[in-house]
């Protein structure tokens, strides 16, 4: 059975920093293109960022451009979302999703294989 599991959520200040793991078990992250998505309390899950497959072209949700950064370790079939410079409105649940198309469009639609959520939390 494909699993995505991700790690690493927490309580931070504001102007802190985490970094998010995807790790996947039954399926080869690399051979799909992945993306992190969030939803805070009231709001629809939007696409943070997102990976393709191959040359790792990025994206970007402009309000994370220049602070979040994504990334592959396929030697650990994980995938990582560093996140710098946290805002309160960075605070929601962060969920990893793993799909084809993604590398299309960083939309939720895409997204055919999700992980659980990882809640996020910038207060001080």
């Known amino acids: 059975q494909v699993q995505l599991v991700e790690s690493g959520g927490g309580l931070v200040q504001p102007g802190g920093s985490l970094r998010l793991s995807c790790a996947a078990s039954?399926?080869?992250?690399?051979?799909?293109?992945i993306g992190w998505f969030r939803q805070a309390p009231g709001k629809e899950r939007e696409g943070v960022s997102c990976?393709?497959?191959?040359?790792?072209?990025?994206y970007y949700a402009d309000s994370v451009k220049g602070r979040f950064t994504i990334s592959r370790d396929n030697a650990k079939n994980t995938v990582y979302l560093q996140m710098n410079s946290l805002k309160p409105e960075d605070t929601a649940v962060y969920y990893c999703?793993?799909?084809?198309?993604?590398?299309?469009?960083?939309?939720?639609?895409?997204?055919?294989?999700w992980g659980q959520g990882t809640q996020v939390t910038v207060s001080s």
């Open positions: 999703a793993a799909g084809l198309a993604l590398e299309f469009k960083c939309v939720e639609a895409f997204g055919y294989y």
């Open positions: 039954e399926i080869t992250l690399d051979d799909y293109a």
């Open positions: 990976i393709s497959r191959g040359d790792g072209g990025t």
